[in-house]
């Protein structure tokens, strides 16, 4: 006969090994998720970098070619022996470039047709992935071997000929194909990669769910076994006044419910916010306007007052305060800092960069108090900032600058911030690659044109440059003043210098007889000049109809620039006669920096003026070839301007 003792705790003991089981089972589950998905993630990651260098590929291949196009014509003109020999030199490393891109588009290309791509002594099978892209495959195949063979026309070119122009034209006119046509490769595969790993995440979470539901079930059983006896049994003592305290169920009361209520609806907001992110990310919002949403949408979550994003230089030493917003707390600090830039070394912002660790000062005034103080911080500290977050920020894996979410108050930032600051960070981190990163190279293939025409005519020297930095003066000088308060933003002046040097973009079209003319031009010759500022908006309203196609706009200041820098106040000026605030103010701004370096350099035609002959000059033509308003406020904060005049005088860059 058995014992009642050990019958009673068999079925116990049962439910304890089942749950046991059971709570192990959905661990390893979790765990096999964890490593699956991390693994996926990896590849995802793989398959991202691999196909977006062959991106980076095309646009190399371009921009060299274009180089190497450059270099051949320069061939065909007698130079001095030096400057032939290192012509050779430079056209020797640009076709090495092009051959190491070749080779490295190729070797993505041919492993992609053969269903594995390696890295690191690593393999992928992707067999399963480029079903449904064997058509695509084809078509960049053979654009790609027609590219094989421009390349190869152009690494063995000596000079300039008839091949070696329709090389560069080929390559040039179906670039942005090749690009495309890699992207979607890059789209099919990453998709066909996600939803193999959602199935057999699905997989996960079905086991997952049936071992809950397995356990939910055992549990229930386990209150019966227990719970609910040892109720009976409180409450039998209590009823013989064993117990004076009669046993209750402890079910969960409403005081009890509510902050947990409260958590889980805050818990659906950031969700939901996230999902609107995504949305204006994938609606192809700028880089700004994105920084703008967040800085309104998550305030109320994490407690900031500023964002700022600085970024790192090509070769990683530098780091330039970019991009700034504030919710009106704090105040002149994106005006102040941005543009600003600093060692990495010297700053303690090199260990973040490096380890891709956020850090958290709660009291910057004591953080600060006893080390050198930088500029950049005394900045900061005279704005109100007293908190911040600080995180890296990363496209493909790699560091581009960082991003600080910063607060007025002390003491309010926590552990449990930086983790969906992170999420922040990362989709921060896209709109920046998909926005700024994108545009940054379609504005250098449109700036390697306009190179092209300044490198025609040999006397403007350093103009572009020089261009750049009388135009952001200007504008910011105008930004001081409040009649332009609106119109003239951070992002306005970062954009009028970033497109300034596209003004006579058009001169590419210009016969080499009329533009190098060192003499007075004939009325015919002066006409067809003219047309420069025509043939510029034409190359960059096409550029920009191509990108409004997929909902961007890049070229909007550089169009008004290129068309309207010849306009007069007065309206005598071309091509169309255009008067008074009829003239886009980025115009205006360039038409007086574009003639005063015309004033203080040399030509063929006639000597540098001084600086005050030039302001002079500037002054004269107020309210008759200029805008009166800004050459009062330029007159009145010209040294400014004198400061980068003398520089460029210093540096022999005039």
Not at 168 to 178: C, G, M, T, V, W
Not at 551 to 572: C, N, P, Q, Y
Request: proline content about 3%; glycine content about 6%; hydrophobic content about 40%.
């Amino acid at each position: 006969m058995r014992n009642k003792t050990e019958l009673t705790l068999r079925p116990i003991k049962i439910i304890a090994v089942i749950i046991l089981l059971a709570f192990v089972l959905i661990i390893l589950c979790f765990i096999g998720l964890k490593e699956y998905s991390s693994v996926r993630d990896y590849e995802d990651k793989v398959i991202l970098n691999l196909y977006g260098k062959q991106r980076m590929y095309t646009q190399r291949i371009s921009k060299d070619i274009d180089r190497l196009y450059t270099g051949l014509l320069a061939n065909n003109i007698v130079f001095k022996d030096k400057y032939i020999a290192h012509n050779q030199e430079e056209i020797k490393d640009i076709k090495d470039s092009l051959i190491s891109s070749k080779l490295a588009f190729s070797e993505v290309i041919n492993s992609t047709q053969e269903g594995y791509i390696s890295w690191d002594n690593n393999e992928l099978d992707i067999r399963g992935f480029i079903t449904e892209s064997r058509p695509l495959i084809d078509e960049i195949n053979s654009l790609w071997s027609r590219f094989e063979d421009a390349i190869d026309t152009m690494v063995e070119a000596e000079e300039v000929n008839n091949e070696v122009t329709k090389a560069a034209i080929f390559i040039s006119e179906h670039n942005f194909k090749l690009l495309d046509l890699s992207e979607q490769l890059q789209n099919i595969i990453l998709k066909a990669s996600i939803s193999s790993s959602i199935k057999t995440e699905r997989i996960f979470y079905t086991l997952i769910l049936l071992l809950s539901l397995v356990t939910l079930f055992a549990l229930f059983h386990l209150v019966r076994f227990i719970i609910i006896p040892f109720h009976h049994i409180y409450k039998g003592l209590s009823e013989i006044g064993l117990s004076e305290i009669p046993a209750r169920p402890g079910f969960p009361t409403r005081k009890r419910v509510m902050p947990l209520l409260g958590e889980i609806n805050e818990m659906f907001q950031k969700i939901e916010d996230l999902i609107s992110l995504i949305q204006n990310i994938n609606n192809n919002f700028s880089f700004t306007e994105i920084l703008d949403f967040i800085n309104k949408t998550f305030s109320r979550i994490i407690p900031y007052n500023y964002i700022g994003v600085a970024l790192l230089n090509d070769d990683k030493t530098m780091l330039e305060a970019s991009y700034g917003v504030s919710d009106g707390h704090v105040i002149g600090l994106p005006e102040n800092l941005v543009g600003m830039s600093y060692k990495v070394n010297e700053t303690s912002l090199g260990k973040l960069i490096q380890t891709g660790e956020a850090r958290i000062i709660n009291d910057l005034e004591t953080y600060t108090m006893n080390k050198p103080k930088k500029s950049y911080n005394n900045i900061i500290l005279a704005s109100g900032i007293r908190a911040s977050i600080t995180l890296p920020l990363k496209v493909s894996g790699k560091p581009v600058g960082i991003i600080y979410f910063s607060s007025i108050y002390k003491d309010v930032y926590q552990e449990g911030h930086v983790k969906f600051l992170e999420t922040l960070a990362n989709s921060i981190a896209i709109s920046f690659q998909q926005n700024t990163y994108i545009d940054n190279i379609i504005y250098s293939s449109v700036l390697a044109l306009a190179k092209l025409a300044e490198a025609r005519d040999t006397d403007t020297g350093h103009h572009l440059e020089r261009m750049k930095s009388y135009s952001r003066i200007i504008a910011e000088i105008l930004h001081e003043d409040d009649r332009y308060a609106d119109e003239i933003t951070l992002e306005y002046i970062s954009n009028i210098e970033r497109y300034s040097p596209l003004h006579d973009i058009g001169k590419v079209g210009i016969p080499d007889g009329i533009l190098l003319k060192p003499g007075k031009l004939t009325e015919d010759e002066f006409e067809e000049m003219k047309q420069h500022t025509i043939y510029g908006t034409e190359v960059l309203r096409n550029a920009e109809d191509n990108l409004n196609t997929k909902g961007r706009s890049v070229f909007s200041m550089a169009i008004d620039i290129t068309l309207g820098h010849h306009e007069k106040w007065d309206g005598s000026g071309y091509p169309y006669g255009k008067s008074g605030l009829d003239i886009p103010l980025s115009a205006r701004i360039v038409a007086i920096a574009d003639v005063f370096d015309a004033l203080t350099s040399r030509r063929p035609y006639k000597e540098p003026l001084t600086y005050e002959e030039s302001i002079g000059i500037i002054e004269q033509g107020k309210g008759k070839h200029f805008d009166p308003h800004i050459v009062e406020l330029v007159v009145i904060n010209q040294d400014r301007l004198r400061q980068a005049y003398d520089d460029f005088v210093k540096n022999k860059l005039l």
